[in-house]
Nanobody
C-alpha cells in the first residue's frame, strides 16, 4: 500500500524557516512529479512547488525566492525548505506524488495527510 508521510510542520514567527519532508512508502515502480500544495481555511488548495524526477522545479509566484523544493530519488522523498516565512503562508501543506505502482499500469496521484504550518506575526 502506497503512503505519503509528511513531517516538519509547526509554529514559527514571521521571518523564520521550516523544512517539510514527505516520504513515499510502499512498493512503487517509478515516481514522476512530486510536489507541495497548501490550503488555507476557506480557500482552495493551491500549488506551492513541484519538481520532476530529473530535478526541474516550478514555483508559485508567491513563494519564489523564499521556498526551495528538492528531492532524493533514492529515498523517494521530497523536501520543501521554507525561508522568510510570512503570516500569509499559514496553511495545511500537502505532499503530492504522481507515480506508477506496477510497470505497465497507469499513473496515479497520491496525497499525504497534510501538515499544519502556522506563521505568527
Amino acid at each position: 500500500q502506497v503512503q505519503l508521510v509528511e513531517s516538519g510542520g509547526g509554529l514559527v514567527q514571521a521571518g523564520g524557516s521550516l523544512r517539510l519532508s514527505c516520504a513515499v512508502s510502499g512498493s512503487i515502480f517509478v515516481i514522476n512529479v512530486m510536489g507541495w500544495y497548501r490550503q488555507a481555511p476557506g480557500k482552495q488548495r493551491d500549488m506551492v512547488a513541484t519538481i520532476t524526477k530529473g530535478g526541474s522545479a516550478n514555483y508559485a509566484d508567491s513563494v519564489k525566492g523564499r521556498f526551495t523544493i528538492s528531492r532524493d530519488n533514492a529515498k523517494n522523498t521530497v523536501y520543501l525548505q521554507m525561508n522568510s516565512l510570512k503570516p500569509e503562508d499559514t496553511a495545511v501543506y500537502y505532499c503530492n506524488a504522481d507515480l506508477v505502482i506496477v510497470r505497465g499500469t497507469g499513473w496515479k496521484d497520491f496525497w499525504g495527510q497534510g501538515t499544519q504550518v502556522t506563521v505568527s506575526s
